[in-house]
């Protein structure tokens, strides 16, 4: 069963850093097209970064320049490094499998909290 | 520049046919996902590929693709469809990006 479960997430003041994990199993994350997502509250969907299984990475404008895609295959562990937070980065994160306009599944974690203040 | 349009609201009552639009240029060139969020849960495909149903989705849930412009159909909409409604698709320049979302009301 593919599983996505992702950590990290707390307060952290303007201009801090943060590590957010996404721990998957049922599947390798190096094989996969993955992607961060966030929501600011009561907000709508962000597209926030993606790492194909080949390694090529892309960024939001919005993030560009201080958030870092990245994984760990011996974790089978994909991470967002964030830097220089700002309070509109302030939302909940989510990690997710083949968001893709033609893949016929996707699978996403519960998210976790990003609180800039 | 990349931009997904919705409609912010779309209000139906049981039984009635609810139609979310989502527009964009990009949409010419590639297909679109549509996701249905309820509160506090993560996003569910409810179509991909312009109008695939993923397995599990019920039969009311359509989609249709002309021009710039795609459409999420629910026929015969049920409270339980009560939730927002986002587009999805893909830029050229391999970003992301998602429409604004649309609130469905059923009531």
């Known amino acids: 069963e593919v599983q996505l479960v992702e950590s990290g997430g707390g307060l952290v003041q303007p201009g801090g850093s943060l590590r957010l994990s996404c721990a998957a199993s049922?599947?390798?994350?190096?094989?996969?097209?993955m992607s961060w997502v966030r929501q600011a509250p009561g907000k709508g969907l962000e597209w926030v970064s993606v790492?194909?299984?080949?390694?090529?990475?892309y960024y939001a404008d919005s993030v560009k320049g201080r958030f870092t895609i990245s994984r760990d295959n011996s974790k089978n562990t994909l991470y967002l490094q964030m830097n220089s937070l700002r309070a509109e980065d302030t939302a909940v994160y989510y990690c997710?499998?083949?968001?893709?306009?033609?893949?016929?599944?996707?699978?996403w974690g519960q998210g976790t909290l990003v609180t800039v203040s | 520049s990349y931009e997904l349009t919705q409609p912010s609201s779309v209000s139906v009552s049981p039984g009635q046919t609810a139609r979310i639009t989502c527009s964009g240029d990009?949409?010419?060139?590639?297909?679109a996902r549509w996701f249905q969020q309820k509160p506090g849960q993560a996003p569910v495909v409810v179509i991909y590929?312009?109008?695939e149903r993923p397995s599990g989705i019920p039969e009311r849930f359509s989609g249709f693709s002309s021009g710039t412009t795609v459409t999420l159909t629910i026929s015969g909409a049920q409270v339980e469809d009560e939730a927002d409604y986002y587009c999805?698709?893909?830029?050229?320049?391999?970003?992301?990006?998602f429409g604004g979302g649309t609130k469905l009301t059923v009531l």
């Open positions: 997710a499998r083949d968001l893709l306009p033609d893949s016929s599944s996707d699978y």
């Open positions: 049922g599947f390798t994350v190096s094989s996969n097209y």
């Open positions: 790492i194909y299984s080949g390694g090529s990475t």
């Open positions: 990009v949409l010419t060139k590639k297909h």
């Open positions: 590929k312009d109008f």
């Open positions: 999805f698709s893909l830029g050229d320049n391999y970003l992301g990006m």
